[in-house]
């Protein structure tokens, strides 16, 4: 999908290995948490980012609880949707509309995912601990964990498009995964998710943008072998 990235069959390699492997770790969470296998682990991560003493507060000081909760806003809908538009516009500004596009419909797609999945397996949010932020659907999986990683992976792709330096390429990629980790650590933090709803978060979502991006590549493979396209004409 990069123009300046790597697009060929070893980039095609690497995403299908990623969207494997995230669907296997997504499917060995859902079974650990469905059997109560996680529980134990679960409980004692979440008491480990609480004082001892009182599971209502959370460890350290009260401008490390704002900071806390200011991320995992970068992992919410309303700043996701608004990056997403703003660079979408852009693009479309550029002429790059198949980048646009693909933008559109990897994070529509995976919202969409990430809120079955919630449906279907039901899981109520944790109560061993007061929340710091107010939540309306159910925790498997954590929708913050798993659209920040679609999302930011979807536009450091869309990026490198643009970048011919290998070196700030990976840096872009690493920003973009560093940034859902946190999003997913402030949810546990905020008391709001168990460890393994985050967990399988992020693991749907690299799943789903690697997804996305193979459709992508394979879509824009299959137009230019059959429809030579001039150069300069948007390419996903």
Partial sequence: MPEHGDSGPAGARRAAGVAIGGLVCFALLALAMTQGWS?????????????PTDLSDPLGPAWFEDTMAEYTVLGGYTVLFTLAVLLAIALVLLGERAAAVFLAAALGSGTAVAQVAKRFFDRARPDLVDPLDRTMTSAFPSAHATVSMVAYLTLAMVIVRFVPRHGLRVYVVVVAV?????????RIYLGVHWPTDVLAGWSLGASWAAI???????LSRSRRNGHPMPLGHSRM
């Fill in 178 to 186: 560093a940034l859902s980790v946190v999003i997913g650590i402030s």
């Fill in 39 to 51: 529980t134990a682990i679960d409980e004692a991560v979440l008491r480990a980012f609480r004082v």
């Fill in 212 to 218: 996305c991006w193979l459709a992508a590549h394979l």
